[in-house]
């Protein structure tokens, strides 16, 4: 049992150029989602997803797209990356369900835009 | 909108000394609240979480307790560790009227805590 996994771990990035970051976690969640970490800065909200097909906006959207085709994956895509987007993405997995939702975060990919 | 404030940092602690970090939160209704515990290099580890008022949770000599008269949920531990050196957040997740919520977490900035021997 993996958890969450992502990849790649690092990558340096010229400005206008385009690149996938991967995850995929293994606890058979219905729930995922993408954040972002600046600086001594918390973690921000994407995008997520409830479920195969479904994603929703989280608060900074723009910039990226998603796309869930299978329960396992969701992939985050950056398109005309800008230094704006230098920064370390997680991605995280929870369980539906009333009450609390622990997420099961990945290691993170430490993303620099020059 | 949802909020986390948590007291700014970075704290630095001598082994066996005292933790108290605080966090105070801006919510509608009654958010479940979480420390999240994120070590050099790697991703965030849930530490403890509180679903309902006056809810203690507890993990790894760690404690916070859910006070809904004073938004709040401070970390506290009474002897910490080198081994505790770590970046602390406090979150919350909203809970919708239906008693669902689709687990979107809102983090405070995050407290640096270095614990020296």
């Known amino acids: 049992n993996a958890g969450v996994t992502q990849t790649p771990k690092f990558r340096i990035l010229k400005i206008g150029q385009s690149m996938t970051l991967q995850c995929t976690q293994d606890m058979n969640h219905n729930y995922m989602y993408w954040y972002r970490q600046d600086p001594g800065m918390g973690l921000k909200l994407i995008y997520y997803s409830v479920g195969a097909g479904i994603t929703d906006k989280g608060e900074v959207p723009n910039g990226y797209n998603v796309s869930r085709s299978t329960t396992e994956d969701f992939p985050l895509r950056l398109e005309l990356a800008a230094p704006s987007q230098t920064s370390v993405y997680f991605c995280?997995?929870?369980?539906?369900?009333?009450?609390?939702?622990?997420?099961?975060f990945g290691p993170g990919t430490r993303l620099t835009v020059t | 909108g949802d909020s986390v404030t948590q007291m700014e940092g970075p704290v630095t602690l001598s082994e066996e000394a005292f933790l108290t970090i605080n966090c105070t939160y801006t919510?509608?209704?009654?958010?479940?609240l979480f420390w999240y515990v994120q070590y050099p290099g790697e991703g965030l580890q849930l530490l403890l979480k509180?679903?309902?008022?006056?809810d203690k949770g507890s993990n790894k000599g760690f404690e916070a307790t859910y006070r809904k008269e004073t938004t709040s949920f401070h970390l506290e531990k009474g002897s910490v560790q080198v081994s505790d050196s770590a970046v602390y957040f406090c979150?919350?997740?909203?809970?919708?009227?239906?008693?669902?919520?689709?687990?979107?977490?809102?983090f405070g900035q995050g407290t640096i805590l270095t614990v020296h021997p």
């Open positions: 919510a509608t209704g009654y958010p479940s």
């Open positions: 979150a919350l997740t909203p809970r919708n009227a239906g008693g669902t919520s689709y687990g979107k977490l809102t």
């Open positions: 509180a679903t309902k008022a006056d």
């Open positions: 995280a997995s929870s369980s539906t369900g009333k009450g609390a939702y622990e997420q099961y």
